[in-house]
């Protein structure tokens, strides 16, 4: 399916694990089935594709992914579900347009409601769900 990725040294970015085509193709494959209207975790997503605890290579993963693949990028978030930084999405007004749209809701400016949005409902493992805290 995805089976041709941007160029990737030796297949592994520095100081992160071997990452192989079965490591990327898992990734997207996961990244692909997060519905519209929900978002997931960087974790979650490293979790369902058989690598726990590769959240940092799954966003050297996505990455490195073809635009035209046309994967919901926008829909994975970190653990506290807090916007991208500037670089990812076009920018964190982009990704919040693009959740909005789908009727993803906020605690505040870049905060998604994870008690509402988070795919699966439940972690996968004992992946905690971080309290969130509002500014007002």
Request: charged content about 30%.
């Amino acid at each position: 399916m995805f089976k041709e990725v941007k160029d990737v040294e030796d297949g592994k970015a520095p100081g992160l694990i071997d990452m192989d085509e079965t490591f990327f193709e898992r990734v997207y494959e996961q990244v692909a089935r997060v519905p519209e209207g929900a978002v997931c975790t960087y974790g979650t997503i490293a979790e369902l594709a058989g690598y726990p605890r590769a959240s940092r290579e799954v966003g050297f993963a996505m990455s490195r992914a073809l635009s035209e693949w046309d994967l919901p990028y926008h829909r994975i978030v970190n653990a506290k579900g807090t916007l991208a930084p500037a670089y990812a999405f076009g920018g964190k007004d982009k990704q919040r347009e693009l959740l909005e749209s789908e009727g993803v809701t906020f605690v505040d400016e870049e905060t998604i409601d994870m008690k509402k949005h988070r795919w699966p409902p439940d972690p996968v493992s004992g992946e905690s769900e971080p309290e969130q805290l509002s500014l007002l």
